[in-house]
C-alpha cells in the first residue's frame, strides 16, 4: 500500500485525548434520547420521563386509583400505581405502567392500546397482551377493587 503510512508510537497524551474523545461520545449518546430507570420507578426495562397522558389519581384513602367517572370506556388513565383501563362498560383492569421491554414508564392510551413512548410498545387494554413493538411480555396485571365510585388498589 502505497502512500498510507501508520504510526505505531502512541503517546501518553495522545492515548488520554482518544479515551476523552471517546467518553464525549458516550456522554453525547447517554444525552441524546432515552432515560435510565430511576429509583422511584420499579425497572424491568423503557423509562420516559414525559408526565402521563391522563390525570394521576385522586388522593381519597391512599390507595384510590381513579375514579370510575375518569376511566372512559374502551380507554384508561395512568397513574403512578398503575394504568387503570375499561375495555368493555363495568369492566375495571389495572396493569403496571411500566413497559417490559426496557422499563420505561408507558404514556397514553390509544385505540385501545397501553402504548410505551420509548420504542413503541403496546400493550391490550383488556388483558396486558403485547399488541405491538418489541416487548415480548405483557404488562403484569395490578390487583385491584371498585368500591362506589373509587377505584382502589386491593
Same mark, same amino acid.
Given at each position: 500500500?502505497?502512500? +498510507? /503510512?501508520?504510526?505505531?508510537? %502512541? !503517546?501518553?497524551?495522545? #492515548?488520554?485525548?482518544?479515551? $476523552?474523545?471517546?467518553? =464525549?461520545?458516550?456522554?453525547?449518546?447517554?444525552?441524546?434520547?432515552?432515560?435510565?430507570?430511576?429509583?422511584?420507578?420499579?425497572?424491568?426495562?423503557?423509562?420516559?420521563?414525559?408526565?402521563?397522558?391522563?390525570?394521576?389519581?385522586?388522593?381519597?384513602?391512599?390507595?384510590?386509583?381513579?375514579?370510575?367517572?375518569?376511566?372512559?370506556?374502551?380507554?384508561?388513565? +395512568? /397513574?403512578?400505581?398503575?394504568? %387503570? !383501563?375499561?375495555?368493555? #362498560?363495568?369492566?375495571?383492569? $389495572?396493569?403496571?405502567? =411500566?413497559?417490559?421491554?426496557?422499563?420505561?414508564?408507558?404514556?397514553?392510551?390509544?385505540?385501545?392500546?397501553?402504548?410505551?413512548?420509548?420504542?413503541?410498545?403496546?400493550?391490550?387494554?383488556?388483558?396486558?397482551?403485547?399488541?405491538?413493538?418489541?416487548?415480548?411480555?405483557?404488562?403484569?396485571?395490578?390487583p385491584i377493587k371498585?368500591?362506589?365510585?373509587?377505584?382502589?388498589?386491593?
Open positions: 500500500m502505497k502512500g +498510507i /503510512t501508520v504510526d505505531l508510537n %502512541v !503517546t501518553r497524551r495522545r #492515548a488520554i485525548g482518544t479515551a $476523552a474523545l471517546a467518553g =464525549v461520545g458516550v456522554a453525547v449518546a447517554a444525552c441524546s434520547g432515552e432515560q435510565a430507570p430511576t429509583s422511584a420507578e420499579p425497572a424491568p426495562a423503557d423509562s420516559a420521563a414525559a408526565p402521563p397522558a391522563a390525570t394521576d389519581a385522586p388522593a381519597a384513602g391512599g390507595n384510590a386509583l381513579a375514579a370510575t367517572a375518569d376511566v372512559p370506556v374502551g380507554g384508561g388513565v +395512568i /397513574t403512578e400505581q398503575a394504568v %387503570v !383501563t375499561q375495555p368493555e #362498560a363495568g369492566t375495571y383492569k $389495572a396493569f403496571s405502567p =411500566v413497559c417490559t421491554h426496557q422499563g420505561c414508564k408507558v404514556k397514553s392510551i390509544d385505540a385501545g392500546k397501553i402504548v410505551c413512548p420509548c420504542h413503541n410498545s403496546q400493550f391490550s387494554i383488556a388483558d396486558g397482551s403485547v399488541q405491538g413493538g418489541p416487548a415480548a411480555t405483557p404488562l403484569p396485571e395490578v371498585v368500591e362506589g365510585d373509587q377505584i382502589l388498589l386491593g
